[in-house]
Each structure stands twice: as structure tokens, then as C-alpha cells.
Nanobody, 117 residues
Framework: QVQLVESGGGLVQPGGSLRLSCTTS????????IAWYRQAPGTQRELVAI???????RYVDFVQGRFSITRDNPKKTVELQMNGLKPEDTAVYYC???????????WGQGTQVTVSG
């Protein structure tokens, strides 16, 4: 059974930091691109950052320089370090795992990040 479990969300003041984790099970982790997406109320889910099995990373412009995505292949986990948080970063953050060969993808349940104060 495939599981992606996000953790680390919460309430933080503007300018603060959070570290999100995505713990996976049931997938051949080394064959998957792992991405973080986010969805604010009334908006579409959007890509935030992605990391390949070879540790190549890509970020969308609005988080470039503030967020950092890393992965630990033996532990099958991915983390998203978020610094300099802004109120517009408020959203539910989702972990996504996509098989690089078959394109089959899985989603986690999401973790809420609220930047306010």
C-alpha cells in the first residue's frame, strides 16, 4: 500500500520558518520524482518545488531563494525547508510522488501552513 504522509505544518509569523516532511512507503523511492505542491482556498493546486532521484531540483519563481527541497533516498523521505514565509504562502501543502518511468503518481493528504501574525 502506497502512503505519503506530510508533517511539519503549522502557524508561523511572517518572516518565520517551517520544515515540512514527506515520509513515503510502498514505492520504489529511487524511481520517483518527489514534488511539493500547495493549494490555497479558492485556487488551483500549484507546483512549489521538485527533486529528482538524482537530486536535481527545480523551484517556482515565487519561492526561489526562500525554500529548499532535499531528499534522503535510504530513508525515503523528502523535506521542504521554508524560510522567509509570507502570508501569501498560506496553503495546504501536498507531497506528490511520480514514477519517472510510468508517470503513475500518488498524493499525500496535505499539511496546513498558515502565515499570519
Amino acid at each position: 500500500q502506497v502512503q505519503l504522509v506530510e508533517s511539519g505544518g503549522g502557524l508561523v509569523q511572517p518572516g518565520g520558518s517551517l520544515r515540512l516532511s514527506c515520509t513515503t512507503s510502498g514505492i520504489a523511492f529511487s524511481f520517483y520524482d518527489i514534488a511539493w505542491y500547495r493549494q490555497a482556498p479558492g485556487t488551483q493546486r500549484e507546483l512549489v518545488a521538485i527533486i529528482t532521484p538524482g537530486l536535481a531540483t527545480r523551484y517556482v519563481d515565487f519561492v526561489q531563494g526562500r525554500f529548499s527541497i532535499t531528499r534522503d533516498n535510504p530513508k525515503k523521505t523528502v523535506e521542504l525547508q521554508m524560510n522567509g514565509l509570507k502570508p501569501e504562502d498560506t496553503a495546504v501543502y501536498y507531497c506528490n510522488a511520480r514514477n519517472t518511468l510510468s508517470n503513475v503518481a500518488y498524493w499525500g493528504q496535505g499539511t496546513q501552513v498558515t502565515v499570519s501574525g
